[in-house]
Structure formats: C-alpha cells, structure tokens
T-cell receptor
Framework: SAVISQKPSRDICQRGTSLTIQCQVD?????MFWYRQQPGQSLTLIAT?????????ESGFVIDKFPISRPNLTFSTLTVSNMSPEDSSIYLC????????????FGQGTRLTVV | GQNIDQPTEMTATEGAIVQINCTYQ??????LFWYQQHAGEAPTFLSY????GLEEKGRFSSFLSRSKGYSYLLLKELQMKDSASYLC????????FGTGTRLTVIP
C-alpha cells in the first residue's frame, strides 16, 4: 500500500489568506484525490487531481477556491484560497490503487483553522 | 445519486459484540468498504466486500448483501481502543462515504 505524506499537519490562518497543502506519495499512482472533513462530519470529495491536466471538481467546489496542482505521479497540492472561518476543516489527500472507486489510502490530514 | 445511511452514534460495553449497519443506494458498485477513524486522525482501512457474504478478519467481520443494499461491520470482544468513528464507504465511479458511526466503548 502507498505511503502518503501530507503537510502541514495543522495550521491556523487569518481570513482572506490562502494555504497550500502538499501531498507526497512514495510510489507513482494514477489517481489522487482531495477530501474535506468538516467537524463532526464524514469525508466529502473535493476533486480528483489529474496528472498533466486540470483537476476534476465535484459539485459545490470550484477551481478558483480550491486550485489543485498535479505536476507528476507522486505529488499534488491543494490550495484553499481567500479563506473564511467556514473553511475550517480537515483536508485529506488520498490515493486509490487499481480501479477507480477501490480501496483508498489517506494522508494524515491537515487540520485547518481559520480565524 | 448516492445515499449512504448509518447510525450516528452507538455505545457498547468492553468485551461485548457490536454491529454497525450501513444501507446504501448508489449508481454503480465496485465494493463496500469500512474505515476506522480515531479522533484527529485519518481514516484507516478495515475491510472490503464485493461479493455477498461475510468476510472475517480477526475481531472484525463485515457482511454484504448487494440485493438489499446493506452491509454491517461486526466488532467482537470490544476493547477500549475500539472507540472511534466507523465509516461505511461505497466504491462506484468514486468512493462515497457515509457520515460515520461514532462508537463509544465503556468499561
């Protein structure tokens, strides 16, 4: 199984600023995903990070707010832009090995607090 | 669309058995997953069912009925460290997660 390193592990940010979260995988993976987990809730998929093309966003998430980079098969970044307190959440990077919609492995998450 | 239901909270006694149910309606199906998530940590994989029946892995077992859109996770010989959220997830074109069941194990 893939080993995923995500950083920062936590941050406290001022509203109106942006934070970029990095996700590094120890092997080449086709599919990388970004999830959000708001307090007391389950995981919601933000987008699929596609290598060499624009990310695919789920309903309710847009590129201007959550720009994503995927420069190669082992690395991706998610930026949370123009933050507000409503963006306070845990953000998780994930990879799936094999067919889409199969077992997911998660990074340790980034706990973001916007003040 | 996707819909996954599981109880919000459950409490059980140390040493006992607990069953966490999950019902789902999804378009497409690659399998049913259970994840464990301790507070403040990332989810970790517990089990995977793609065919009907029971999969046993130590103290944890998971059951699937595709015709009924139903699964359960069975935890035996509960330990205090089993206190966590248990997430049911259905693989389709993406992986869709239920809201999770927060299990509290009491002495």
């Amino acid at each position: 199984s893939a080993v995923i390193s995500q950083k920062p592990s936590r941050d406290i940010c001022q509203r109106g600023t942006s934070l970029t979260i990095q996700c590094q995988v120890d092997s080449q993976v086709t599919m990388m995903f970004w999830y959000r987990q708001q307090p007391g809730q389950s995981l919601t998929l933000i987008a699929t990070a596609n290598q060499g093309s624009e990310a695919t966003y789920e309903s309710g998430f847009v590129i201007d707010k959550f720009p994503i980079s995927r420069p190669n098969l082992t690395f991706s970044t998610l930026t949370v832009s123009n933050m507000s307190p409503e963006d306070s959440s845990i953000y998780l990077c994930s990879v799936e090995e094999g067919r889409r919609g199969t077992e997911a492995f998660f990074g340790q998450g980034t706990r973001l607090t916007v003040v | 669309g996707q819909n996954i239901d599981q109880p919000t909270e459950m409490t059980a006694t140390e040493g006992a058995i607990v069953q966490i149910n999950c019902t789902y309606q999804t378009s497409g199906f690659n399998g049913l997953f259970w994840y464990q998530q301790h507070a403040g940590e990332a989810p970790t994989f517990l089990s995977y069912n793609v065919l009907d029946g029971l999969e046993e892995k130590g103290r944890f077992s998971s059951f699937l009925s595709r015709s009924k859109g139903y699964s359960y996770l069975l935890l035996k010989e509960l330990q205090m460290k089993d206190s966590a959220s248990y997430l049911c997830a259905v693989g389709a074109n993406n992986l869709f997660f239920g809201t999770g069941t927060r299990l509290t194990v009491i002495p």
